[in-house]
């Protein structure tokens, strides 16, 4: 059959081509076809001997085909059969239906077998609370705590009292919660009172007792460590140790630290079972104190054996229930040994208490207590609280690292709320936020720096011992406090010392009276004003002025104990140089704080004391100064790089210019309501107006010779001298001017109102005097502010003058310039001629030369 499948080169049946490109000639074409001939025959010869030769293949496959055949048409007659059944009878909804019910079927069968199954582990946590239960009551704790921890991680429970049943949680689960949670309050109280009745206190015998086995509820002979082990895995072991943390703080841990008991310990032992039964620790009264002193090494060897007693009896070595009593009692141990032993205990801060909390609290007739100082916040304005918060902010808080910490925080709230400023302290105090400031054994001497460090090396050493009987962490550095509080000898002196500088400042300022005998406030004569001046004490000349001023106990006090701590800067330490540094800054700027707070009343008035407040700024501005110039020399050089006054030195003047200036609008406002009672000096012919005009001219001259008398002995004499002038200036011009103003006097009228400026010029006699005797004898350096100033007077009595002058000789007085240099107008003098003298051709001439003779 090869040759049916192989193809024909039709080239090869002809030999004599010479080449397959050349055209096929007539004899080749004849030559092919018969050779095509003669090969297809060969062909067909070649299919016919195959065919016979497969004869029965060929049989066999045609009668497999006719079968298919036959099948096929047989199943095409089956298939329209069924389409004819169906077209004649439909069955759809039977089979939808019947396919519906074995779909439901399914899903009950499969419903039902979760049911089953989730009844079964109902069952089984119903059957292990049970069992739990039993174990309670039979007093195998151990196992009953086992199960606890494996169902409430099988049911879900939160915590160890979480007996509701979680949202989208079948009902039963809160039934079996809450089964849980009765077996869990049932072990722990049990636990409880086993743990109660294994350790307690004989007060009579000052006596710990650790008993092995106890009988609780009729269960018998339970141990200890397996009680222990109990509270472990049930995951309650503080619960458990709380009461035992506290008995032992309380009645052992406390008497040893203050070093009145030392411990002994003994160990019984059961002669039947033939092992120790119970241990006891036994304090012992010491003997030998002096005092209340503390001895550090005692203390501390005292400790560690108490320690190691319990590590040994009570835990029997395993470190984790002990690490858990350690928490439970090292802080209150540690807080006893820092206030009995490193430190004394001092409320918080008490110099950034304001000073009206003291005043409450003493008119309460008690000292100063935490609600107190709630009260006398709640009493406080907004105002009020915005002026504290922002004078306190600029106050660095001066204790221990952590109070450091702290109110740097609250200075940032401050600041940043200062609508509530101050009132963010109350959050503090009602929290009890307290803190240790003063150290009892850091010596006040630096000298004796050296002697704390056998303290130091004693503290850590303990806490070293601690460590290895697992009693506070390996790795927590929080743990460390006895020696972190303990490391660094120069800060706690630092902080001791600080707090002692401020203390003292603040009771100074809280305690300094503003005032002065009453002899000294009289009025000065022009004979004895000198000799008396000398006599009044903290009068001071200025560092950059050779004026005297008279300054407050307060303000000398408070700056020697400034220049106090800056010479120890000079001889101490880098470190602790840099705290003076800052305590000296600190206690110049409570003055600032406290001193306006305190004496708020006074600056709202006139008197003395405010006088003395702008005395102490210019006093104390100055000699900030003059501060660097005679210690920064001698200062550490790491406190020299930053050491600087300067900057208090414009506050400091800022706040005399401003006490000074409202002192100043003070006495002006009064002398405005004074002049404004005469009413504009109208009609003073009648005798009514003219009692009610003098009477304001007296109450004039009254209050300008209450200010004189206060401030010419106190302030500086070029204070004093441009103060008052600025008034009377003020006081003399608003008088011409209401005179001046008057459009209609009569002849009787200007005989009064002459009166009345002769009886002013009468009271302001003897001040007038000497101030414008000083001030003719100035250089000329300030003839213009001089000339001014004696203007606003002459103006005044040349106006006396005019008011009885014939209208010709008041021409006269303006052609010449005699008015013009009395700081007269042409305007005034024109106006004022037409309100005393009647329309006259005159007067018409009169004023046409004034107003041709124009010096303005």
């Keep these: 059959m090869d040759v049916l499948f192989n193809s024909v080169n039709v080239l090869d049946l002809l030999s004599s081509l010479e080449s397959p490109s050349s055209p096929l000639s007539a004899p080749d074409l004849r030559l092919l076809i018969s050779r095509l001939d003669a090969h297809s025959l060969r062909i067909k010869s070649t299919v016919q001997s195959y065919l016979l030769s497969h004869h029965d293949d060929f049989s066999s496959l045609f009668s497999q085909c006719s079968d298919v055949v036959s099948k096929s048409e047989r199943l095409s007659d089956d298939v329209v059969a069924l389409l004819n059944l169906i077209s004649d009878q439909p069955i759809e909804s039977d089979v939808g239906r019947i396919f519906r019910e074995i779909v439901e079927k ?18 089984e946590l119903d059957r292990k609370l049970g069992v739990v239960s039993n174990n309670v009551k039979n007093g195998k704790v151990a196992e009953a705590a086992e199960g606890l921890k494996e169902l409430k991680i099988a049911l879900g429970v939160k915590g160890n009292g979480d007996a509701e049943a979680a949202e989208g949680e079948p009902v039963v689960y809160g ?60 995951d309650i072991l503080d619960y458990g140790l709380a009461r035992i943390a506290d008995l032992i703080t309380k009645y052992v841990f406390t008497p040893v630290v203050s070093c009145r008991a030392i411990p002994s310990f003994t160990e019984e032992t059961n002669q039947d079972l033939g092992h120790a039964s119970e241990a006891v620790l036994k304090l012992v009264p010491s003997v030998g104190t002096e005092g209340n002193k503390v001895d550090g090494e005692v203390m501390y060897s005292n400790i560690v054996q108490i320690v190691e007693f319990i590590y040994k009896f009570l835990f029997f070595h395993n470190g984790s229930w002990m690490r858990c009593f350690g928490r439970l009692t090292w802080q209150r141990m540690s807080d006893m040994i820092i206030a009995n032993f490193l430190s004394k205990e001092l409320c918080l801060a008490i110099y950034l208490i304001p000073p009206q909390a003291y005043a409450y609290s003493e008119k309460a007739g008690s000292s100063l207590e935490i609600f107190d100082v709630v009260e006398w916040m709640e009493m406080l304005s907004d105002r009020a609280c915005d002026n504290l918060a922002e004078r306190l902010c600029g106050i660095q808080a001066v204790s221990y690292p952590t109070w450091n910490r702290m109110i740097g925080k609250w200075w940032e709230m401050a600041a ?12 503090m105090m009602q929290f009890n936020l307290w803190i240790s400031l003063i150290f009892s054994v850091v010596p006040d001497d630096a000298s004796k720096l050296a002697e704390f460090q056998v303290i130091r090396k004693l503290t850590i050493d303990f806490e070293t011992a601690l460590k290895q009987l697992m009693f506070i962490s390996q790795s927590d550095i929080k743990d460390e406090k006895l020696s972190k509080f303990a490391d660094n000898v120069e800060v ?30 009289t009025r000065i004569s022009a004979v004895n004003k000198e000799e008396l001046a000398e006599e009044i004490s903290n009068r001071v000349v200025l560092l950059f ?26 001889v101490l330490p880098p470190k602790v140089g840099l705290e003076f540094y800052h305590t000296a800054r600190n206690a110049l700027l409570l003055y ?48 020299k790089e930053i050491a600087v006054f300067i900057d208090l030195a414009p506050r400091f003047q800022l706040m005399a210019e401003e006490v000074l200036q409202q002192q100043i609008q003070l006495v002006l406002y009064n002398l405005k309501q004074a002049i404004d009672g005469a009413n504009g000096f109208q009609n003073t012919h009648q005798i009514k107006q003219f009692e009610s005009a003098k009477f304001c001219i007296d109450q004039v001259a009254f209050i300008i010779e209450k200010v004189h008398i206060i401030w010419e002995s106190l302030l500086l004499p070029s204070v004093y001298e441009k103060s008052m002038a600025m008034i009377l200036e003020a006081v003399f011009s608003r008088i011409t001017k209401e005179i001046l103003l008057l459009d209609d006097m009569a002849a009787e009228e200007t005989l009064q109102l002459q ?65 013009a240099e009395c700081n007269f107008t042409s305007s005034e003098v024109e106006d004022f001629i037409r309100a005393i003298f009647t329309d006259s051709p005159l007067r018409k001439e009169c004023l046409f030369r004034i107003e041709n003779t124009n010096f303005r």
């Design 106 to 123: 399914t899903r009950e069968s499969r419903e039902k077998r979760e049911i089953l199954e989730f009844v079964e582990v109902v069952l």
């Design 175 to 234: 039934i079996l919660k809450k089964h849980w949670s009765d077996c869990f309050e049932e072990i722990q109280e049990l636990l409880w009172r086993f743990m109660e009745n294994a350790v307690w206190f004989e007060q009579e015998g000052n006596e710990v007792h650790i008993k092995y086995q106890t009988n609780v509820n009729g269960i018998d002979g339970l141990e200890l460590q397996t009680v222990l082990k109990a509270l472990d895995v049930a």
């Design 416 to 427: 940043a709320t200062m609508v509530v400023g101050f009132r963010l302290g109350r959050l």
């Design 492 to 521: 706690h002196f630092a902080a001791r010392k600080k707090v002692q500088i401020l203390a003292k400042a603040r009771n100074m300022l809280l305690q300094s009276n503003f005032s002065l005998p009453q002899n000294n406030i």
């Design 545 to 570: 002025s050779s004026e005297k001023c008279v300054i407050s106990e307060a303000a000398k006090q408070l700056m020697e104990l400034v220049h106090q701590t800056l010479k120890d800067v000079c």
């Design 592 to 639: 600032e704080a406290i001193i306006p707070v305190k004496l708020q009343r006074q600056l709202d008035s006139i008197n003395q004391a405010a006088v003395l407040i702008h005395n102490d700024c210019l006093y104390l501005s100055q000699e900030v100064l003059g501060l660097a110039f005679e210690y920064r020399p001698y200062f550490p050089s790491s406190v």
């Design 755 to 819: 009166r009345l400026i002769h009886l002013l010029f009468e009271h302001l006699s003897s001040l007038l005097e000497p101030l414008l005797a000083v001030r003719t004898t100035k250089s000329q350096e300030s003839q213009k502010e001089r000339d001014e100033f004696i203007l606003s007077i002459w103006k005044l009595r040349k106006l006396a003058e005019l008011l009885d002058m014939p209208l010709k000789s008041i021409t006269a007085s303006w052609e010449s310039g005699e008015l």
